[in-house]
């Protein structure tokens, strides 16, 4: 077995995992999650899906990913097989822990392009010329190709900061794990923070920008995102959208943080580790996420447009609201361009982690070296994230959110936790969490890993079939017009697994040769 690499600090997988939880969604989506789901009612179902799903799965990812590593593995293929050898078949089930960050990485990188081009954008003063929320939202759509208007002729801008974008991204894993991931998140994370606070400080001076609307003001803003609608938590869709949202904000459910925590030494604490990343991730999106959009969008377009704008999605919020406040302040070129570069370094230290698992297969399972893996990687995402860029307008990204970004997240998470409660054993389990630890996690949390979490995903999951799983497959919420391009996708998605599939067979195949 093969010297892997390791983390040169705690403090680095810290910032690289929390770097990997911090992402768009914390200050795009989240807020507009709670806008929509009842407000301050909305952190009931919130922290109870933290407390119930979000800590015991990185606590849980955490241990299997380091114990994996003792292994030589830092996939879930390789580590399901270790934790489960009498059943030949559980490492293919560790296929979705590969295919769910590839499938997110192949439209993430190029949401992700976005933010630095309008951090371009805001420096240059290139979308002044857009005043109205009509005019920024073809400015948007004319950026990304989807319409020819005055700003764009092409989506050849787009294009071009993709490009960037997905060179920076292969540049820093090329470097691999202590030379490129943790320094990047070690330098970003504090950025990040910095821009976060900076931002929420001047949005919470705006006060009433307009002297003849006192009631436009901050103040109200976070008034009308935390004021408890708790008639709200009657329904089954707002406690979904909670777990949901800690699903997509901690990175839980996908296969990174196994991958990360594989390259832990034996006695590295993770119990610790774990809470810290939660925390780091909370701070931002709770405290600095709520503290800028919905109350800036508030203050300057009033009560009755600003339940306009948060039904407008995240998006639109991040790109078309956001850049015409800037517009309107002093010092808005610096201020959109501090937004923007908050949001690239949130998206490349979150889409850095995505690729790593692939990555990392392929040097653990074919023995060969972190370069030509990123090569590999780099050229089979490349061509993968075409049909992003080009079919946006088709609803491909949106399916490739839903496969790879959410009902992947939720099987995987299920999965898991059986494997490591049941199959593993909670009694081993709790011991292998403990190794090197400086603190003691709560007896609560054994029973919590095994009954409660698990039941918790089993619920998300069959509500998701009963409310929404028929229609979904069958795709009867999709136009005439996008079937063959959502067609198309799925049969995408098919070929990424059964090729990952494959490749894990091969791989065991060589590993038995090779044992003969």
């Not at 192949?106 to 979308?127: D, H, N, P, Q, V």
């Not at 991204?169 to 994370?189: P, Q, R, T, W």
Request: proline share 3%; charged share 15%; glycine share 10%.
């Amino acid at each position: 077995m093969k010297q892997r690499e390791t983390w040169k600090s705690r403090m680095g997988i810290i910032m690289a995992v929390a770097g990997s939880a911090i992402g768009l969604g914390n200050f795009l989506r989240f807020p507009v999650q709670a806008a929509q789901n009842g407000g301050g009612a909305f952190m009931i179902p919130y922290f109870i899906s933290l407390l119930l799903l979000g800590i015991p799965l990185m606590w849980v990812e955490w241990t299997i990913g380091r114990f994996g590593g003792g292994f030589g593995h830092g996939t879930a293929p390789g580590i399901f097989h270790n934790m489960w050898t009498k059943n030949r078949f559980i490492k293919y089930f560790g296929v979705i822990g590969i295919f769910g960050p590839l499938v997110i990485f192949i439209y993430y990188t190029y949401i992700e392009s976005w933010t630095l081009a309008y951090a371009f954008f805001s420096a240059m003063k290139k979308y002044n010329q857009a005043t109205t929320q009509g005019s920024m939202v073809s400015f948007l759509k004319s950026f990304q190709g989807i319409e020819k208007n005055n700003f764009f002729s092409s989506m050849q801008c787009a294009y071009i900061f993709f490009l960037i974008a997905f060179c920076l991204n292969m540049f820093v894993i090329y470097k691999g794990i202590s030379g490129g991931i943790e320094k990047l998140c070690k330098i970003a994370l504090p950025a990040l923070l910095i821009f976060g606070i900076i931002l929420a400080v001047r949005v919470l001076t705006f006060g009433a920008p307009d002297p003849l609307k006192h009631d436009w003001s901050i103040v109200n803003g976070l008034g009308f995102l935390w004021n408890p609608d708790f008639s709200a938590l009657k329904s089954a869709k707002v406690w979904l959208a909670a777990a949901g949202q800690i699903f997509f904000t901690l990175s839980v459910g996908i296969g990174v943080i196994l991958t990360y925590a594989s390259y832990l030494k034996k006695t590295d604490d993770v119990v610790l580790s774990g809470l810290t990343s939660v925390s780091a991730n909370e701070f931002a999106e709770v405290i600095l996420g709520s503290s800028i959009i919905i109350p800036a969008a508030f203050a300057f377009f009033g009560p009755n447009e600003i339940q306009n704008i948060a039904k407008g999605g995240a998006f639109n919020l991040g790109f078309v609201t956001m850049p015409l406040i800037f517009e309107k302040i002093s010092l808005g070129a610096i201020f959109g361009c501090l937004w923007f570069l908050l949001l690239f370094l949130a998206g490349i230290t979150s889409s850095i982690s995505l690729a790593q698992p692939a990555i990392t297969f392929l040097e653990d399972e074919f023995n060969i070296s972190k370069k030509k893996a990123v090569v590999v990687f780099g050229i089979v995402s490349f061509i993968l994230c075409q049909p992003a860029i080009f079919f946006l307008k088709n609803g491909v990204v949106n399916e490739l959110d839903f496969w790879g970004g959410t009902f992947c997240l939720v099987l995987f998470a299920t999965i898991e936790t059986i494997l490591f409660g049941w199959i593993f054993g909670i009694e081993k389990a709790w011991e292998e969490i403990h190794h090197g630890a400086e603190m003691q996690v709560p007896k609560i949390y054994k029973f919590i890993i095994k009954y409660i979490t698990p039941a918790f995903l089993f619920l998300i999951l069959g509500f998701w079939f009963y409310q929404e799983g028929m229609p979904v497959i069958l795709m009867k919420n999709i136009s005439q017009s996008d079937k063959p391009y959502i067609l198309g996708t799925r049969l995408m998605l098919l070929g990424i697994f059964l090729g990952l599939a494959i490749l894990v067979k091969i791989a065991w195949r060589k590993r038995k040769a090779a044992k003969k």
